[in-house]
């Protein structure tokens, strides 16, 4: 498919024809459930979440102006959407005994011990992911993952970009205190 750009099928969809709007959600699917992904932390969720924000999307698109990306426009939809979903449905805590002892719990699933150890702190990573609440797993999947500059993260979250970069800041503090708190645990299993 040779994408046109989000103005085309914009334009075409205010006009009367529906269809254009499928280039648009094949054009974003892929971002708008790997965000609902991060927040929901839940497959399904996120797939619901991901088609909810299209069909908003849709109902809206004669609202959006054009003055930001239409993708930071979806994110947004997406972002409030998912953070509505996660509160709704409210999950459980984990504990650091969810987390596996070490790379060697890995190395099964891994010819080597090089990548038991990347998938390990992969997983590390994602389990410190999971420990923050849905707004700082939002963050942090808009900046690093979606790769949005903190003044797009801000009209997504709707904060100002130095308040963007504060809670940045403190929720990769608190990524790093869940992977310490790990890694202790981890010494001490192995004494």
Known sequence: MNYKGDTVYI???LSGNVNAFSYIVDNHKNKAYNL????????????EVAQDSFMKAYRSLGSFKMKSSFS???FRIVYNTAISNVRIKKKGTLSLEDFPADATDFIGENPSEEEAEKEYRTALVNFALQKLNDDERGLISLFYYEE???DEVAAVTGMTASNVKVRLFRV???????IEKVEKKKISYHE
């Not at 990769?172 to 869940?178: A, D, G, S, V, Y």
């Open 11 to 13: 334009e075409q969809v």
């Open 36 to 47: 609902a992904f991060r927040i929901c932390c839940n497959h399904e969720e996120a797939e």
């Open 72 to 74: 930071t426009w979806l």
């Open 148 to 150: 949005l500059s903190t």
């Open 172 to 178: 990769r503090q608190k990524m790093l205190e869940t």
